[in-house]
């Protein structure tokens, strides 16, 4: 497919042989607005251009042919630039006359020179952005002067939106050419007058595994006279802080919200993050402190708030303090069910089924009706310990006593039943399911692809996927996570991409990450360069499990000077690195009977740090 494109016929359109070499596609990368769409060539190598990238082959001017052959005939509009004039005739037609063909390797010839571009996998909103006089849908290098090659199907939001998202991008820009540490009042004096807490917000998602850089954008912003931070920005901010650990900064930036712009920035969902991150940092007591301020802030210290206090305790595995506090204040706070099925599930993820027996009884002895989760939550903690007979005795008495157990339990038993080896039994339950009008969902197909993927039953995973698309069940990145990790070639991840984008599912940093290591593991250091440019892009990373990756993978493969500085990379952007780096690290100095230097090594962020586009690697320029 690929050597056609780049070798194919003339096109035949009579109007078009006079003309071709006159006309290049402008590469549709210059903002966030564009989307990706299906492309109507059958061959899958034009299917995805996600997937292309990633593996090297397609190349730039190729991607924009292959971005603007968009299913049947798309309207073509020659826009001219301010102190442009529109094109002749002739040329139009040409123009029109290619983009209403199907036939993408038309398209190529008609069009002409295929330049030659830096290789990109998505729009990234922090590349050069095209000169302001011409339009955000072209970039002026690719076009001849004056004119902007537009096609209004490939335009799905508004000018306000597609402002906005330049506008982000250019901040982006900066910020990623300044040190953490650096005044941004200079270098971001220009976007005073443009900022809104939407811009706001986009740039602190697409910052979020650098906090320094997200703080230092926040204080700056709230300096400005003419905006204040709302509720969205606030929280958000809150969330990295508290995502990174940093629970003094998260509470100080709360303490300093002006009294008086509490009661409409303060939130119940503000609250929620502020429990969550203080419980996943193991403040236990601050988190329980932070749920009685509710009060000073206007909100009622109610059962939802504590229901959510338990839940975030529970979930970092604080399973004994939650039930205490449950206990404690049983007369301030009612003893509902759901209350109490969060206590049971906090004993099943960490994995006490002692107390999740004991729990369990103090609900049968309490009289309360017990829904399906208390029956969901008991029935996974039995699995989970082994009794797979039990739960599944659990789970048929069930439907004796009339009670039809939902999707969540099938696919508990299914799960376990899988991983036990007994897949007959747990496709008689899949099948099931399906006759008691129980329908699968996604997470009953996972289950299954995630075991015949274990087993290396490839052509019954394919089935699965099929079946679950034609069922209009969507996969997600989860299924496809699940696939990934059998691969054992470069070219088994591309065609797994591409299919992922055919389907509309996302890649999100967990999925990069998986490609990453994958890729690593492979030695496919092109593949490796392209994912970590992809995460800066979309603010997906890379994060601190990206720069773990890098540095076990490298110093496997013996490039330890390479492997210490991801190492250090991570350290300047203020990650903490795993217990396991810090001793990998220490052993690389040690082999290399050099003397750890880790904290007084110069700093390799920013301006200093280049991605070597031969090799895939960080070098220091000196």
Known sequence: MLAQLAHSPTCNHPEAQSHTEQYTIPHARTGSRYRRRELTTGEPAAAGVLGARFAGVLEPAHEAAARTCVRGPAPVSL??????????????????????????????????????????????????????????????????????????????????????????????????????????GKDLRRFAGEMGEDVVLKVLQKQRSNWQVALSFFNWAAGLPAYAHGPRTYTEMLDILGRMKKVRLMRQVFDEIPEERRGTVVTNRMFAVLLNRYAGAHKVHEAIEMFY????????????????????????????????????????????????????????????????????NQIIA????????????????????????????????????????????????????????????????????????????????????KHFSKIRRTEKVYELLDDMEKKGCCPNNMTYTYILKTTE?????????????????????????????????????KGVQQVWEEMERNGSGPDQRSFTIMVHGLHSQGKLDQALEYYTTMKSRGMTPEPRTRILVKAIHMKKDEPDTEDRSPSRSGKNLKLDRLSGLFHVHK
């Open 489 to 525: 070639k470069p070219r088994d991840v591309i065609n797994l991409i591409q299919r992922m984008e055919e389907s509309g599912c996302r890649l999100d940093s967990d999925t990069y990450n998986l490609i990453l290591n994958l890729y690593v593991s492979m030695k496919y250091e």
């Open 293 to 360: 301020k509710r009060e000073e802030y206007g909100f009622e210290v109610d059962l939802v708030g504590f229901q959510i206090l338990l839940m975030s305790l529970c979930r970092y595995k604080h399973v004994e303090e939650a039930e205490a506090l449950f206990l404690q204040k049983k007369d301030e706070f009612p003893p509902v069910i759901k209350s109490w099925n969060i206590i049971l599930n906090g004993w099943c993820v960490k994995g006490s089924l002692a107390d999740a027996k004991r729990v369990w």
């Open 366 to 449: 309490s009289k309360l009706k017990l829904d399906l989760f208390t029956y969901g939550t008991f029935i996974n903690a039995l699995t989970k310990a082994g009794k797979l007979s039990t739960a599944v005795k659990l789970f048929t008495s069930m439907w004796e006593k009339g009670i039809n157990p939902d999707v969540a339990i099938c696919n508990c038993i299914i799960d376990q039943l899988c991983f036990k080896k007994k897949i007959p039994g747990a496709l008689e339950i899949f099948r099931e399911m399906n006759d008691r009008g129980c329908q699968a969902d996604v997470a009953t197909y996972n289950t299954l692809i």
């Open 79 to 184: 826009v001219p630039t301010p102190g442009g004039t529109m094109p002749p005739a002739p040329a139009y037609a040409v123009l029109a006359a290619a983009f209403r063909t199907k036939n993408t390797i038309s398209v190529t010839r008609c069009l002409g020179v295929l330049a030659s571009r830096t290789p990109a996998v998505r729009p990234n909103a922090l590349e050069a952005f095209p000169h302001a006089s011409s339009p955000p849908s072209s970039h002026p290098s690719l076009l001849p002067r004056g004119y902007a090659l537009a096609s209004p199907r490939l335009c799905h939001t508004s000018a306000q939106e597609d402002s906005r998202d330049v506008r982000v991008g250019e901040v982006l820009r900066v910020l990623k050419s300044c040190d953490a540490d650096a005044d941004l």
